[in-house]
């Protein structure tokens, strides 16, 4: 049976204001608000300056970040210009031009690949980072991407954050454009007559900069350092009013909510605007990470993340992200606001998520999102985002077309609703509602099915029977919740075991490499530390046989010893609790 909203509950998302709302987010996005920016500065201190309003101290600091900002392309065709954009991170070809003849692939794949090598090739799909890097791989001499019918915006690094001396190789080192579909089918046409060359000219101003970012803290009456992190990113593509101005004007309301009714609350807020996220692959939110790895780790409850939200004709709130641990919220809140069953969906390697290393669960990326369409202007866009049941944001992503109009106040509302009660219950529950129960079944069924792929070469046993050992365990302890007096001491440890233990499942679940580096802004799989299994195949033989097994068996090595870990983790606080376990 469905549970209503309590009183409080009620009380509280009656405090919404829809006008302030849309007020909030029609002042962020009358500008462009390029990373690093005057233009975003403004953005910053009119978000400061409302918050101070609220009782807050904001403070905006400064981090150094490579920020990279596409200025122009140029592609000429038979003597004639079509109209395109380059892309952020895109090699910048520093006044020259490219001229090599053209090659339409339909799919990617080593075959077709290799038809492209110091040729332009010329694909239907997004520019996304992952399928540049195969093109540069194939040796292509630069990179034409038809998008839809309209272009959007990109930034092609796989780096998280600005590089460093580790991975500044891996920066582009080819030229990318795309175009729409109107102009793709001209040069589709073309290739049918005959072949053709095309000269491609990018302008991309690449460098380190300082940019901008605010934090602000909300203590509630418990005494405690842990925190649950709001936060989202202020730079945008053009105006930018759904990516991100409808999600900093719902923080800002959230937060107002939030600041007047904290009487309640067993844990504080750090709220926190990022710069760098569209121009310098989530440079804010990682320098913020690398500046402040401990305290995150140690205090760091559970991190919302908001992207994107109110956008017109976006009725399907379902399919949000959300980690196995944290998804009991959604389906609550969201089951008792919308009368829509929680789905979700797992997280990707995007949206600021730059805190697995540290531990912090997460819950949600964006909210409602657009059916499931055939329309041409969705398709690829539904590629990047679509779940089960939702499709993703609007065509207008990432486009000239990201204004104003384009927000639904009905819709803003309903998704400031959940973020609201979700930030609300996870503040004042007196268990924090993290269920690693529901992580562990998700890592034991991901070893399941390493182990059937990888039979042949990876002994994933001992992994497998950890995992067993620590559901067992893990429920026996879970039992106990109920039976916890509010504010006692066995209550606080019993948090602390939630905190501890999460910050060895997430890492798990989620990082592939050191938890104090960033793994790429790439295509990421679960368990990352066993993903070279799928390397696998039957019938490899000989020396490639053995050197991946040996490569697989130290990683399995590795995820042992972490499962072990957590193990003890669970034993301690059986033997703490062992008078409320009796």
Known sequence: ??????????????????????????????????????????????????????????????????????????????GEIIDSITHSMAKDLNNEELSAECVYLQNLNEDSLRLVKNKIAIYDSIAIPDIVKQFEDSGVAGVIFINGPNTHEMIVSRIWGSPSVQDKDLLPKIPVISINNKNGEKLLDLLKIASFKAIISTEVCSRWMKIPRLIADI??????????????????????AMDNGSANALMLQVVKILAQNKTKWKRNVRIAFWSGHSHGRYAGSAAYCDKNWEDLSENGVMHFY??????????????????????????????????????????????????????????????????????????????????????GFGWWW??????????????????????????????????????????????????????????????????????????????????IKDRLESDSEHTRLFNDFLLNISKLLVPINYVGGSMFEHDLASTTVPVPSLALIHLYTIGLKDEDYYLLQTAIRRQVNFLNYELKKVIREIDSIREILVEVLE
């Not at 209503?4 to 029609?26: A, F, G």
């Not at 609220?54 to 150094?64: M, T, V």
């Not at 005494?223 to 730079?235: I, K, Q, R, Y």
Request: aromatic share 8%; proline share 2%.
């Open 398 to 479: 990432h486009t000239v077309e990201d204004t104003i109009d384009k927000i639904d106040p009905d819709v803003l509302r309903k998704d400031c609703e959940i973020y609201l009660l979700s930030l609300y219950k996870v503040l004042t529950d007196n268990i924090i509602p993290i269920n690693p129960l529901k992580a562990v079944e998700e890592i034991h069924k991901h070893l399941c099915d390493y182990k059937e792929k990888g039979k042949d070469i990876a002994d994933l046993s001992l992994s497998i029977n950890r995992v067993d050992e620590i559901k067992h365990k893990l429920r026996k302890v879970l039992e």
């Open 306 to 391: 908001v992207d994107s939200v109110g956008g017109k004709g976006a009725n399907i709130f379902v399919d949000s992200n959300a980690m196995a641990e944290t998804e009991d919220i959604a389906i609550d809140v969201i089951g008792r606001l919308t009368d829509q069953s929680f789905v979700g969906k797992r997280y990707s390697r995007s949206a600021d998520q730059s805190f697995w290393g540290t531990g912090i669960p997460s819950l949600y990326m964006g909210m409602a999102e657009h059916e499931l369409s055939h329309d041409p202007a969705y398709k690829n866009v539904q590629k990047l985002f679509a779940g089960t049941k939702g499709g």
């Open 1 to 78: 049976m469905k549970r209503n909203l309590t009183i409080e509950e009620k009380l509280i998302v009656n405090q919404i204001s829809n006008e302030e709302l849309l007020s909030d987010n029609s002042e962020i996005a009358k500008e462009v608000r390029l990373s690093g920016s005057i233009e975003e500065l403004r953005a910053f201190q009119f978000i400061q300056k409302r918050l101070e309003s609220f009782g807050l101290k904001a403070e905006i600091e400064f981090d150094d970040a490579y920020i990279s900002i596409p200025i122009q392309s140029k592609l000429e065709v038979n």
């Open 219 to 240: 203590r509630g009456d418990y005494e405690t350092d842990h925190f649950v992190l709001l936060c989202g990113h202020v730079d945008s593509w053009h105006y930018g």
